[in-house]
């Protein structure tokens, strides 16, 4: 029985062993954490005091306030990496389930094993990693049987809305996926209880937000950053906004204009002129944003699109800048704490310090650290080789049979939906892409594969088996 199994799987099980040695040496290199400059401070201060951040939603906090007791960032990121391994696990599974071969279905699963940028990512105290996982995990659950059942749609939609309470993109991600379960015809008990099922957490987070910041919602930032996506474009002889918002057009010509996320923090920007992320600030901003989309749609299609597609260069763009770019790579890290204030005259320092409960700031040790920078600057994962997963997972729905076409544009849509949200709302940043691949590898692996009617999927998959009839058998005995 372990035999069979092991000769099954033999060629991912290598994988998966590689990619644990090499976010082994990355622990090792790069002692306790990699700390990203202003949003791993907000979820560390977030979580030592449970308050939900005015200028991101917290989620993550929770997680990190779960795992405080043990004062330890070291096992913050490994579970992190964990969860980055499980996250390929998912999608091994899910690509076996629908017929592909041992070895179609590792090669596919190897850049969320090996990917460099990947594993830095899951080195950082940030959102992202525990974000993705929950979404690839998701997935699997509503692409595994043809028929949602009420309790799989439940789970899968708690965990849907879990990961937008981890970062606000994903609740327009809650509406790409309802509807294509619709599309799919997945039995209408389990979506419905999915679709209640998500709005669980949202309104959980939502109910407490208010409570501890006095208004309802996830948090108070989605009008800044919207107003400084329109920053890049907005002319506003062209726009003539309201007397009332005036004040927030830009002052410089549109080709001399920085990238759209620096407009909130850079010093002298007019937002500044008003407290950060107030509510007043969101509702005035978002006015403006609104004004200048609605006179200006095609700009706005327009600068979209040039953000998405930065996602396929072969190398790295410095966008929005070079540092940013650079606090990405293993090479990039900082070994010191920043002393600004995060939250009523609590530095970064003492948060991370607090956390940690002593010394906090990375250290790095060679010769492992070195070996992660060699490693990252050859182990990655290049644009075009997303755009062609991408390109393969569209042939995939359009030439396939109707069912795993549907199944193949649940996967497309969902990680369309994530390059294209955080460019239509916020900027591009290279970190966003990596939230892309799962679901380009999951569209691809879809499109590789056989209809349902051929009976390629293994026994008790549902091969062969009309909605109808998984209905029945899902219904109380009769």
């Known amino acids: 029985m372990i035999r069979s199994v092991v000769r099954k799987h033999l060629f991912f099980g290598l994988a998966l062993v590689a990619a644990a040695l090499v976010r082994l040496c990355a622990m090792l290199g790069y002692r306790r954490a990699i700390w990203f400059d202003g949003d791993s401070y907000s979820y560390v201060s977030g979580a030592l005091e449970l308050w939900p951040s005015r200028s991101r939603s917290s989620g993550y906090s929770l997680f990190l306030w779960a795992l405080e007791p043990f004062h330890s960032t070291t096992l913050v990121v490994a579970l992190q990496h964990l969860l980055g391994l499980l996250s390929a696990v998912v999608v091994y599974a899910l690509l076996r389930r629908y017929g592909l071969p041992g070895w179609g279905a590792t090669l596919l699963a190897a850049p969320l094993l090996l990917d460099a940028y990947q594993i830095q990512l899951e080195h950082m105290i940030m959102a992202d990693v525990l974000f993705a996982t929950l979404l690839v995990v998701a997935a699997a659950i509503l692409l595994w049987r043809p028929v949602l059942t009420v309790p799989w749609g439940a789970a899968a939609g708690a965990l849907l809305g879990c990961a937008a309470v981890m970062r606000t993109v994903g609740v327009p991600l809650l509406v790409v996926v309802v509807v294509c379960l619709l599309l799919r015809r997945a039995g209408w008990r389990g979506v419905v209880a999915a679709a209640l099922a998500m709005v669980v957490p949202l309104g959980a987070y939502a109910t407490w937000y208010r409570a501890e910041q006095g208004s309802f919602g996830l948090s108070s930032a989605d009008g800044t950053y919207l107003w400084a996506r329109t ?248």
């Open 231 to 478: 920053m890049t474009f907005a002319d506003c002889s062209e726009i003539r906004p309201p007397a009332a918002v005036r004040w927030l057009c830009p002052t410089v010509p549109v080709d001399e204009r920085i990238a759209a996320s620096r407009y909130i923090w850079t010093p002298g920007s007019p937002v500044r002129r008003m407290p950060m992320f107030s509510d007043e600030a969101n509702t005035l901003t978002r006015r403006f944003a609104l004004h200048a989309i609605e006179a200006q749609p095609l700009d706005y299609a327009v600068t979209v699109f040039r953000d998405a597609v930065k996602a396929f260069s072969w190398t790295r763009l410095p966008h929005p800048s070079a540092n940013l770019v650079k606090s990405y790579e293993f090479a990039g890290t900082q070994t010191t704490l920043p002393t600004y204030e995060v939250k009523d005259d609590l530095t970064a320092a003492e948060a991370a310090r607090d956390y940690e409960d002593g010394p906090a700031q990375t250290r790095v040790v060679q010769p492992f650290a070195g070996a992660m920078v060699a490693y990252q600057r050859w182990i990655h994962v290049p644009g075009p080789l997303l755009g062609v997963l991408l390109a393969v997972g569209l042939a995939g729905v359009v030439l396939q049979a109707r069912r795993r076409r549907a199944d193949a544009l649940l996967a497309l849509a969902s990680g369309l939906a994530l390059l294209v949200l955080p460019a239509m709302t916020a900027d591009f940043d290279h970190r966003y892409v990596l939230m892309v691949l799962p679901f380009a590898v999951l569209a691809t692996g879809l499109a590789f594969s056989r209809t349902r009617e051929e009976g390629t999927l293994p026994p008790g998959s549902g091969a062969g088996e009309s909605v109808a009839d998984r209905q029945a058998e899902v219904r109380p005995g009769r």
